[in-house]
Nanobody
């Protein structure tokens, strides 16, 4: 019933940019909060950014001013613009949705920041 498919990851140099996309197969997509999480090797998964149905956003302190989350309800897609990338941003980035009490996750897309 619910599918989240990320794309847009890749290898980028420090200071570079990427745009991640999450295509969501969700009924009533427009009413749900969507988010991006990331998980680096050996570390816990952490919230990067979230956006509510009304467009309110919040960000991890480590990415404020560099990353931007947005959504296109007509396309049922959520985006994460990653600018001024740092090596410590290297991780698998996951799209997330909460529907009622259930969490849904995409398969993840790898972002590697390296010279």
């Amino acid at each position: 019933q619910v599918q989240l498919v990320e794309s847009g990851g890749g290898l980028v140099q420090p200071g570079g940019s990427l745009r991640l996309s999450c295509a969501a197969s969700i009924n009533r997509f427009n009413i749900y909060t969507m988010g991006w999480y990331r998980q680096a090797p050996g570390k816990q998964r952490e919230l990067v950014a979230a956006i509510t149905n009304s467009g309110s956003t919040n960000y991890a302190d480590s990415v404020k001013g560099r990353f931007t989350i947005s959504r296109d309800n007509a396309k049922k897609t959520v985006y994460l613009q990653l600018n001024s990338l740092k090596p410590e941003d290297t991780a698998v980035y996951y799209c997330h949705a909460t529907i009622a009490t259930i969490s849904y996750w995409g398969q993840g897309t790898q972002v590697t920041v390296s010279s």
